[in-house]
């Protein structure tokens, strides 16, 4: 088996959007050939292919290729269809594609339509089974591309995903580079933000900070200290969401970074000691020698809001400097501009939610000692600034400014919030009470302390995706 075509490894180290891109056109683009019927050759079927036939297809030689796909049709099981489809984006053979696509709908009854989404979504929509050796595969085939990669899939990982979800994004480990303690400058000197321009604002125990968008599109992942408190700010460009996390669980301090990896189109962090794989979502660890630990990250508020808003309550506020030690075109919305304009996906997710549109911006809360996980789309916040919910147990009021910004809190179940004025930063309650709107929580009369509860900005597709059940609040 030899290494993979320059052109392949080429695409490695440049950012998520350029390499998907680049891996659905190494799919092949000539589709007017026509797909041959998989047909039994007269020669005796093995009882088992093994894995490392699946890479043989992964070859520059072309009769390696086809020696390999007759291989796996004179022997074939629904348990090769994984193999097949990780293996099909870098087979540089078009006859073997056309023969691989020729296998994929007759296993599936499915019609090629020019992307492999289709058969990803029957795949994972049927009980887990795969080759004995997938996972072996599995570390074979990528780390032709990063030899770390080999760490996430040695020794047959625990995981509580299924293996067959775990995709690569395109990227080496850590080639989207996370911002490590990153160069923070006075709000004064910030003179390139204009005042629409997303950030995401942090504050932390009198410590406040902004962190635009424009920015962590091209690092999604930014390690900080803030507040005294070590954190990872965990940005997933394909699926809109920014969640600042702590990194220390009981005493334990994670250094996580960006695998290369996803999940449901949501990226996979790893941590730098076991090289387990972590959720973004869950923020806990997935796959590898941490999975199934009980080990769980701490969320932490943080609010997606403008630059002009957030600066005008906290004038105070530090920013991140375009000195990042990184050369990368930092302009408002350039990076990801393509993907964030359609509705069109860069990687499959397991359904479709017809509820929303795919890419609706949606506020997410989720319940992480339940399994209650709720919606609720930024348009209907807007509308509605003041938003009495709960979520399972727990009674909540979601505030939203004319900026379209949410914070959510805790309330009390014997009463509701009926008004607030954002520029006052007072909220009042059914009462008549009248509480104090703070980054950290809502103070009341005689001392009463309502908290400020996690929360973060999504598309739909990604929140529905990881939580299927979730309950949706729209117009």
């Not at 073997?96 to 989404?117: N, V, W, Y």
């Not at 293996?163 to 996370?178: K, L, M, N, S, T």
């Not at 009674?395 to 008004?419: C, I, K, M, Q």
């Amino acid at each position: 088996m030899s290494p993979l075509p320059k052109q392949t490894l080429a695409i490695l180290g440049t950012p998520l959007i350029i390499c998907g891109l680049a891996l659905f056109c190494l799919c092949g683009c000539d589709r007017q050939a026509s797909r041959p019927t998989p047909t039994v050759d007269a020669a005796p079927a093995e009882k088992l292919v093994p894995a490392t036939v699946f890479l043989d297809l992964v070859t520059e030689e072309n009769s390696g290729a086809l020696t390999a796909i007759e291989r796996i049709k004179r022997s074939w099981k629904p348990d090769y269809l994984v193999l097949l489809l990780e293996a099909y984006h870098f087979t540089r053979n078009r006859q073997a594609q056309l023969e691989m696509e020729a296998l994929f709908e007759q296993t599936t009854g499915l019609k090629f339509r020019g992307s492999d989404f289709a058969f990803y979504q029957w795949l994972w929509n049927r009980p887990e089974t795969s080759h004995p050796d997938y996972v072996e595969f599995k570390r074979q085939l990528y780390q032709r591309f990063d030899p770390s990669f080999s760490e996430y899939f040695d020794d047959q990982p625990a995981g509580s995903i299924r293996a067959d979800e775990i995709r690569w994004g395109g990227v080496q480990r850590d080639g989207i580079p996370p911002l490590k303690n990153p160069l923070m400058i006075p709000a004064a000197q910030a003179t390139w933000l204009a005042d629409d321009h997303v950030v995401f604002g942090v504050a932390l125990n009198g410590d406040e900070r902004a962190y635009p968008k424009r920015i962590l599109a091209w690092h999604e992942m930014f390690k900080d200290k803030v507040g005294g408190l070590e954190v990872n700010g965990v940005y997933c460009t394909l699926c809109g969401s920014l969640i600042l996390y702590e990194t220390t669980v009981a005493g334990r301090q994670y250094e996580l970074g960006t695998s290369g990896f996803l999940y449901r189109s949501n990226k996979l962090m790893y941590d730098a000691e076991t090289k387990s794989l972590w959720s973004t979502l869950e923020g806990e660890p997935v796959f590898g020698p941490l999975a199934g630990q009980g080990i769980r990250l701490q969320p932490l508020h943080v609010v997606t809001s403008t630059w002009g808003e957030w600066r005008k309550r906290h004038p105070e506020t530090t920013v991140l400097s375009l000195e990042t030690g990184h050369q990368r075109d930092y302009g408002e919305g350039v990076a990801y501009r393509t993907y964030f304009a359609s509705e069109e996906l860069m990687f499959p997710v397991p359904k479709d939610d017809a509820r929303l549109p795919a890419k609706t911006e949606i506020l997410a809360l989720r319940n992480i000692e339940g399994s209650e996980s709720l919606a609720i789309t930024a348009k209907y916040l807007l509308g509605h600034p003041v938003l009495n919910e709960s979520l399972g147990p727990q009674p909540l009021v979601v505030l939203t400014d004319p900026s379209g910004a949410n914070r959510v809190y805790a309330r009390r179940a014997d009463h509701e919030f009926t008004a607030w004025d954002s520029s006052a930063n007072t909220a009042s309650d059914s009462s008549g009470a009248n509480w104090t709107v703070s980054e950290s929580g809502l103070s009341g009369p005689n001392g009463a302390l309502l908290p400020r509860l996690s929360a973060h900005r999504a598309f739909w597709f990604a929140w529905a995706a990881q939580y299927p059940q979730t309950r949706l609040v729209k117009e």
